[in-house]
């Protein structure tokens, strides 16, 4: 399996700056795509950034060039720089990995894994 631990959450101004990690670990060789998603109150819960597949950056509409996605393969760990915060960013942030097909049984291939998520908070 594997266990994705989330961090750095928190209270800030409209304007100001966050930086989240999610830390990997288990079958993090079979990882084949991981990024971030957030829950909005009242909304679906939606893309922010991830890795794809090919190690290119994916990122949803609303925080294109304002939030900015990285990772550290040495420390099995991806960022998430959060910069110019809005109230509307407001919401719970999760950590996200799905499995490819480097796995030992057919039943994990493409399996999803969340992280427990951490809450983001801009006061307007």
């Known amino acids: 399996q594997v266990q994705l631990v989330e961090s750095g959450g928190g209270l800030v101004q409209t304007g100001g700056s966050l930086r989240l990690s999610c830390t990997a670990s288990?079958?993090?060789?079979?990882?084949?795509?991981i990024g971030w998603h957030r829950q909005i109150p009242g909304r679906q819960r939606e893309l922010v950034a991830q890795?794809?597949?090919?190690?290119?950056?994916l990122y949803g509409d609303s925080v294109k060039g304002r939030f900015t996605i990285s990772r550290d393969n040495a420390k099995n760990t991806v960022y998430l720089q959060m910069d110019s915060l809005k109230p509307e960013d407001t919401g719970v942030y999760f950590c996200?990995?799905?499995?490819?097909?480097?796995?030992?049984?057919?039943?994990?291939?493409?399996?999803?894994?969340w992280g427990q998520g951490t809450q983001v908070t801009v006061s307007s």
């Open positions: 288990g079958m993090v060789s079979a990882i084949k795509t």
């Open positions: 890795f794809t597949s090919s190690g290119s950056q």
């Open positions: 996200k990995a799905a499995l490819g097909d480097n796995v030992p049984y057919p039943i994990l291939k493409g399996m999803d894994y």
